[in-house]
T-cell receptor
Framework: AQSVAQPEDQVNVAEGNPLTVKCTYSVSGNPYLFWYVQYPNRGLQFLLKYITGDNLVKGSYGFEAEFNKSQTSFHLKKPSALVSDSALYFCAVRDDSGGYQKVTFGTGTKLQVIP | DTGVSQNPRHKITKRGQNVTFRCDPISEHNRLYWYRQTLGQGPEFLTYFQNEAQLEKSRLLSDRFSAERPKGSFSTLEIQRTEQGDSAMYLC????????????FGQGTRLTVV
């Protein structure tokens, strides 16, 4: 069975500082990995994905994520946090044998950027 | 706006009543997904359509739940005899018919059963 863990319920960072939101995963085959952001009472917005290729993936709003196969991690990063980045972030994973309906989401990490 | 559209945004209903939600996917997308999200959790998969065919249903989709996508465009999710435990955000998403694709989500319908 596949799973995804977001070990931090909340991450606090000062505006202008770099931010990292952690994600680790477990799948039986090759992983397809996704990050989404959710603002209050809104749906999920796609940020970026890793399917294959370069381990460093760049996405929307200046976010990037690094795929680390040996550590089974896919941490989300941004060099300089904005107050507007404050939201709930979800990591998601599936293996390469099924379609998107097989994606498993983490429980989310609340990012609070402090002015 | 060419994104995924869900209606209504909010629904309050009395226990035992039936409710129906609508999802209009991105027009180029063949695949459509329904999810349920409760507080403090990520979205949980309910069901999936490819065009008009419902190809997969989660164990979460009890007999009181039914989903349709009659013409391969919009979809409806109906909950019969609602229970308080059905209170949640119901999310719809759509994607291209490709294995490496991501899905794009609507803003959700928040259901409150009183």
């Amino acid at each position: 069975a596949q799973s995804v863990a977001q070990p931090e319920d909340q991450v606090n960072v000062a505006e202008g500082n770099p931010l990292t939101v952690k994600c680790t995963y477990s799948v039986s085959g090759n992983p397809y990995l996704f990050w989404y952001v959710q603002y209050p009472n809104r749906g999920l917005q796609f940020l970026l994905k890793y399917i294959t290729g370069d381990n460093l993936v760049k996405g929307s709003y200046g976010f990037e994520a690094e795929f680390n196969k040996s550590q089974t991690s896919f941490h989300l990063k941004k060099p300089s946090a904005l107050v507007s980045d404050s939201a709930l972030y979800f990591c998601a994973v599936r293996d390469d044998s099924g379609g998107y309906q097989k994606v498993t989401f983490g429980t989310g990490t609340k990012l609070q950027v402090i002015p | 706006d060419t994104g995924v559209s869900q209606n209504p945004r909010h629904k309050i209903t009395k226990r035992g009543q039936n409710v129906t939600f609508r999802c209009d996917p991105i027009s180029e997308h063949n695949r459509l997904y329904w999810y349920r999200q409760t507080l403090g959790q990520g979205p949980e998969f309910l069901t999936y359509f490819q065009n008009e065919a419902q190809l997969e249903k989660s164990r979460l989709l009890s007999d009181r739940f039914s989903a349709e996508r009659p013409k391969g465009s919009f979809s409806t999710l109906e909950i019969q005899r609602t229970e308080q435990g059905d209170s949640a955000m119901y999310l719809c998403a759509s994607s291209f018919d490709r294995e490496d694709t991501e899905a794009f989500f609507g803003q959700g319908t928040r259901l409150t059963v009183v």
